[in-house]
């Protein structure tokens, strides 16, 4: 199956899905190929609102384009009521919503909405420790000094916000959280942490651990593919070195602990075989971090090469195997993603985030649209 024909297919699940879903948004399904629901109230509404902008920039449906418009006016709707929005995974949401209708078109409310939720983001910024929390409240006992691998890829709204504003502070703050993702997440051997601890009151480094992982030295697949991801993007806004270097030693980790299809289990240091659940969602992720990382390395690169390979190895996979092709039983693109493994939550589903990406490999592929991480 070729990029286009496969595109084709997640347009008419994705039509339907408009019909289905209403002005809620998918999360993860529940075994049953049928998506949960929720109103503004996860990390994840994001992802459906992204999948319907990149739908549209290919098909210039106006069905999808007003389904579009409709959920990022939720998300407005979301900032005015203060909902669920204390926690850093703000980036997600509104990249996706806000900072995708501004990029596709031009509209300056949703640039300003995408500014607003930059300043929201900027509140979890703690000035001692230096770094973004991730969960809780200002000051928690447990949570208060802990920061997590996927905030690489909220930073974008900020180096964002300072493109669009000028104004330094948003891109500094964002620098220095990757830097100490950079210092204190990814391990020597080039595997990461899912979270790492400091000391909220001092700044001192603690300790990593995980949350989603199987355990606090394991590596956790959707974690490494978004630092590959998180730190290829890094290094587009701030041009640093060491932030490119990072994304391919993750990356080149990545590729060396894959086996059989090619399709990431759920976490590294667990049994790499049947009945291990798998996440294809880490592994589209992963497609789109290199297909990112391609695009700063040089010709001459030593990885250049096994890294391309390593992207159509993945797409054919998860074309041929996870992918569902338009069948109208089933609401997502990709079988066979884990949310939670750990916490027995959707261990083996569909995940709004794993089809999102899906489609953004799938159109970067086809005619070189990325999704909505940086103005084009």
């Avoid at 669920?84 to 209708?101: E, M, P, Q, T």
């Avoid at 204190?184 to 001192?204: A, E």
């Amino acid at each position: 199956m070729n990029w286009k024909t496969a595109i084709e297919h997640t347009l008419v699940t994705t039509r339907l899905n408009i019909k289905r879903f209403g002005g809620s948004f998918p999360i993860v399904s529940l075994g049953d190929g049928k998506y949960h629901l929720t109103d503004h109230t996860s990390w994840t509404e994001g992802f459906w609102s992204g999948i319907l902008w990149l739908s549209y920039e290919y098909s210039k449906d106006p069905e999808i384009h007003a389904a579009a418009i409709r959920t990022v006016d939720s998300f407005k709707k979301r900032v005015e009521a203060e909902q669920s929005l204390d926690h850093h995974d703000i980036g997600f949401l509104y990249s996706l919503s806000a900072k995708a209708r501004w990029i596709v078109d031009k509209d300056e409310d949703s640039r300003l909405l995408g500014l607003q939720a930059a300043d929201i983001l900027m509140k979890r910024w703690r000035s001692v420790p230096q770094l973004f929390q991730a969960w809780g409240p200002e000051g928690d006992v447990n949570d208060g000094g802990r920061i997590i691998i996927d905030c690489l890829m909220n930073l974008p709204l900020l180096y964002w916000a300072t493109e669009q504003t000028g104004d330094r502070r948003y891109a500094d703050c964002a620098s220095i959280q990757a830097e100490k993702s950079r210092r204190f997440l990814v391990r020597g051997d080039d595997s990461s942490y899912h979270t790492f601890y400091f000391d909220q009151l001092t700044g001192n480094a603690i300790r990593g651990g995980t949350g989603q992982g199987f355990q606090d030295g394991s590596t956790w697949t959707r974690g490494q593919a978004w630092g590959v991801y998180g730190f290829a993007l890094a290094y587009r806004y701030l041009k640093e070195p060491r932030f490119l270097e990072t994304s391919k030693r993750l990356a080149r980790y990545f590729l060396e602990q894959l086996s059989g299809d090619g399709i990431a289990y759920w976490d590294f240091d667990v049994p790499q075989e049947p009945p291990t659940p798998r996440d294809s969602s880490a592994s589209a992720i992963f497609v789109c971090g290199i297909l990112e990382l391609l695009e700063h390395l040089p010709e001459g690169d030593p990885d250049r090469d096994i890294l391309a390979e390593a992207v159509g190895k993945s797409m054919d996979s998860l074309l041929e195997l996870y992918f569902t092709a338009g069948s109208p039983a089933e609401e997502g693109f990709l079988r066979h993603g884990s949310y939670s493994v750990r916490g027995n939550s959707s261990p083996d589903d569909f995940m709004i985030w794993g089809d999102y990406f899906f489609l953004e490999a799938l159109l970067r592929l086809q005619q070189g649209v990325p999704g909505y991480w940086y103005e084009r």
